[in-house]
Nanobody, 120 residues
């Protein structure tokens, strides 16, 4: 059974930084894309950033030049470095990954979410 476990959320003042981590565990053959989404109450979950297995990354326009996504393939871990945080970045951040196991090809997995709160 595959699990994604996030860490690193918290409360920070506007202009501050946080680093999120997400580690995948279980019987994993390969991980394709890994990334991050966020959600606030009453709104749909929205894409933040993702990184392919080879390292190419893409970002939502709202976080470009402030956030950086990276991964450590040896550790099956994805990171999100968030700088110059704004109150609008507040939300629950979810890790997402496309994982191939002994049973599934490129199955979509989600973490449990970690709260990020940016105070003004």
């Amino acid at each position: 059974q595959v699990q994604l476990v996030e860490s690193g959320g918290g409360l920070v003042q506007a202009g501050g930084s946080l680093r999120l981590s997400c580690a995948a565990s279980g019987i994993i053959f390969s991980i394709n894309r890994m990334g991050w989404y966020r959600q606030v109450p009453g709104k749909q979950r929205e894409f933040v950033a993702a990184v392919a297995s080879a390292g190419s990354a893409n970002y939502a326009d709202s976080v470009k030049d402030r956030f950086a996504v990276s991964r450590d393939n040896a550790k099956n871990t994805v990171y999100l470095q968030m700088n110059n945080l704004k109150p609008d970045d507040t939300g629950v951040y979810y890790c997402n990954a496309l994982i191939t196991t002994n049973r599934d090809f490129n199955r979509n997995y989600w973490g449990q979410g970690t709260q990020v709160t940016v105070s003004s």
